[in-house]
Structures are given as structure tokens and as C-alpha cells.
T-cell receptor, first 110, second 113 residues
Framework: QKEVEQNSGPLSVPEGAIASLNCTYS??????FFWYRQYSGKSPELIMF????GDKEDGRFTAQLNKASQYVSLLIRDSQPSDSATYLC??????????FGSGTRLQVQP | DAGVIQSPRHEVTEMGQEVTLRCKPI?????LFWYRQTMMRGLELLIY????????DSGMPEDRFSAKMPNASFSTLKIQPSEPRDSAVYFC???????????FGSGTRLTVV
């Protein structure tokens, strides 16, 4: 079992819709959770991080964490074609560096 | 701030040759990470440093790989001898704290033929 699992996609949504990206993790002791966006041929860039159960909102983005279910999600409201990218979920615990999932490719159709 | 600076951006080398990748972290960031990204394996941690000291090198594939951080503003990742399976994009990232988000460099695309 991979430590961080994501559906590879592609997830296709129409412009203006809500995109929902999901991630599960295997280590129940994981403490910090991150979402990165990576455009093709570019480096990952941080979108959001979340440490506590519940929702955290930042502009059009909402991260949701459910530690009991070992589940993290990212919602993108009013999706735009410029949101088309691969979204990477990452987790960490203790002294460990971030462990990344393989990413979900999002396509926003104009 | 110029961000994390990596060089070279692209490297094509022949099997058996030595390859050296370079990284300059963001000033003031005490943590430096080396990751490798391939289609098959995704983004994998190779090694990370804290205050120039290697903390976790469990991701370094084998003895052919070595990394150094002689000072707070410079790190190298060396592969000797290189093999075709080392072909990947190598990213350097830095962070002010281990559990903060990391800032990635532009990466070095390595092709070993």
C-alpha cells in the first residue's frame, strides 16, 4: 500500500464548476498535510496546508481533513482553465520530510 | 528573493559519466531537500539537510549517489557513474521549517544515454 494515494485522473470539469480532488494516507500518525499544484514541465508550488480536522479556506480553494478516515481533499470553486494542472497531495510526520502522492491531473474545460 | 536556484536546467550525459547537480536555497531557509520525479515513481525524497547536516538520506538509491551541503547557500547532488535509469527531473527545495511548505527550484532534467 502506498503511503499517499491519489486517483491519477484525469478529472475533467467544466469551467465554473467545483473540482474535488481526493487523497488518502496510510500512516495514522501523519500530522501535516499539503496540496501542491504542478503545471506541465514546471516545479510544484504550494497551494495550501492543513493541520487540524475540518475545513480551511483560502480564496477559491478549500482543504478538508478527516484524520479518523485518513482522508484529505481539495475543493476548487469556480474552476478556471488556468487551474488545469496536476495536484499533488503531501503528508508528513515527526522529523520526516514530505511524502508526496502521485498526483491527480485536473482538466477544466472552457 | 530569487527563489531556489538550480543548475543546470538540462543535462544530457553518457552512461558512466559523472553528473553534478547544484542548488542554492532561499536565504534564511534552514532546510534543504533533494527530490527526484519520474512518471513511474512520482516525486521521491532522496535526502534532506538541516543547518547543512544530512538528516535523512534513506531515499538515496545507492552508493552511486552522494550529496553535500558545504555551507548554508549551496548544495550538490552527484551521481557517479550515471546510468540510464537515473534519467529524471531532480528538484531541490528549501524551507524555513521542516513542516512548513517547501519552495521548489525549477529542477534539472537529467537524461543519461
Amino acid at each position: 500500500q502506498k503511503e499517499v494515494e491519489q486517483n491519477s485522473g484525469p478529472l475533467s470539469v467544466p469551467e465554473g464548476a467545483i473540482a474535488s480532488l481526493n487523497c488518502t494516507y496510510s500512516d495514522r500518525g501523519s500530522q501535516s498535510f499539503f496540496w501542491y499544484r504542478q503545471y506541465s514541465g514546471k516545479s510544484p508550488e504550494l497551494i495550501m496546508f492543513i493541520y487540524s480536522n475540518g475545513d480551511k479556506e483560502d480564496g477559491r480553494f478549500t482543504a478538508q481533513l478527516n484524520k479518523a478516515s485518513q482522508y484529505v481533499s481539495l475543493l476548487i470553486r469556480d474552476s478556471q482553465p488556468s487551474d488545469s494542472a496536476t495536484y499533488l497531495c503531501a503528508v508528513t510526520k515527526g522529523r520526516r520530510a514530505l511524502t508526496f502522492g502521485s498526483g491527480t491531473r485536473l482538466q477544466v474545460q472552457p | 528573493d530569487a527563489g531556489v536556484i538550480q543548475s543546470p536546467r538540462h543535462e544530457v550525459t553518457e552512461m558512466g559519466q559523472e553528473v553534478t547537480l547544484r542548488c542554492k536555497p532561499i536565504s534564511g531557509h534552514d532546510y534543504l531537500f533533494w527530490y527526484r520525479q519520474t512518471m513511474m515513481r512520482g516525486l521521491e525524497l532522496l535526502i534532506y539537510f538541516n543547518n547543512n547536516v544530512p538528516i535523512d538520506d534513506s531515499g538515496m538509491p545507492e552508493d552511486r549517489f552522494s550529496a553535500k551541503m558545504p555551507n548554508a547557500s549551496f548544495s550538490t547532488l552527484k551521481i557517479q557513474p550515471s546510468e540510464p535509469r537515473d534519467s529524471a527531473v531532480y528538484f531541490c527545495a528549501s524551507s524555513a521549517q521542516r513542516n512548513y511548505g517547501y519552495t521548489f527550484g525549477s529542477g534539472t532534467r537529467l537524461t543519461v544515454v
